[in-house]
């Protein structure tokens, strides 16, 4: 994703959630310091051409899961936001895990010790917990930021966990993303770790706005799986997995 794509989102989001972009940078900068070296390559080889299923983390997670473990979805490129990452360990760990460490961190660590990748995200309120648990990370780690990418740091687009493991599939040249767990509505799923209703309804409705982006502006093959919650324009609902 090029800055300049990306950035007029970014000021949006800026305004619409008050964020801080100076504190924003500052996260990066520090991520940027833990991270042992990128392996692109590595991840990009788990996603190019395959079909993905992105776990959101919303009410439906749990059906989804079932309804995927019977249709074989499980076989595909599972990518696990943030604290969807503990609903996937009862069935196997994630390929790859995108998060921004406000989930189930030890859930997340022993999938990652299990060999998921982590995708860690730094934004300007997790500084804390990203100093405490990228040091842990000696392998299979990216860094990302919502800011301009530099030094070890990537900017796929995207702004919650799970629109992000959206837009990082597509980036990495995924053959087809399928979301699950993706309610985007009023009512927030148990393994969410945001604990501001109001704030996270508004992230919901980001999420949303940009899934439909990925599906028309840019050209993703995005089909929404997920059981309840709102439909996402330009993104097709389906019932079951494609054959």
Not at 44 to 73: F, H, N, Q, W
Not at 154 to 180: P, Q, S, V
Request: with cysteine; hydrophobic share 40%.
């Amino acid at each position: 994703m090029r800055w300049e794509t990306w950035c007029s989102w970014y000021k949006g989001i800026v305004d619409r959630l008050g964020l801080d972009e100076e504190r924003d940078r500052e996260a990066a900068k520090v991520l940027n310091e833990l991270l042992p070296g990128p392996d692109l390559a590595g991840l990009a080889r788990i996603v190019r051409g395959r079909e993905c299923v992105v776990l959101g983390a919303g009410p439906s997670l749990d059906v989804d899961l079932e309804k995927l473990m019977k249709t074989g979805g499980t076989g595909r490129v599972l990518i696990a936001a943030d604290g969807a990452t503990s609903a996937a360990l009862n069935f196997r760990p994630p390929e790859v895990i995108v998060t921004d460490l406000d989930g189930n961190v030890d859930d997340q660590l022993e999938a990652w010790r299990l060999g998921s990748w982590m995708v860690v995200h730094a934004h300007g309120d997790n500084i804390d917990r990203v100093r405490e648990v990228v040091p842990l990370l000696s392998k299979r780690v990216i860094g990302t930021t919502q800011v301009e990418p530099f030094g070890k740091l990537y900017n796929f687009g995207g702004f919650t966990d799970g629109d992000r493991a959206a837009f990082l599939a597509h980036e990495l040249g995924a053959k087809r993303i399928y979301l699950a767990g993706m309610d985007l509505g009023r009512k927030i799923g148990r393994y969410s770790g945001d604990k501001d209703p109001r704030r996270k309804i508004i992230k919901l409705e980001i999420c949303r706005e940009l899934l439909s982006w990925l599906a028309g502006g840019l050209g993703a093959d995005v089909v929404n799986l997920t059981y309840f919650g709102e439909d996402i324009p330009g993104v097709p609902r389906a019932e079951v997995l494609s054959r």
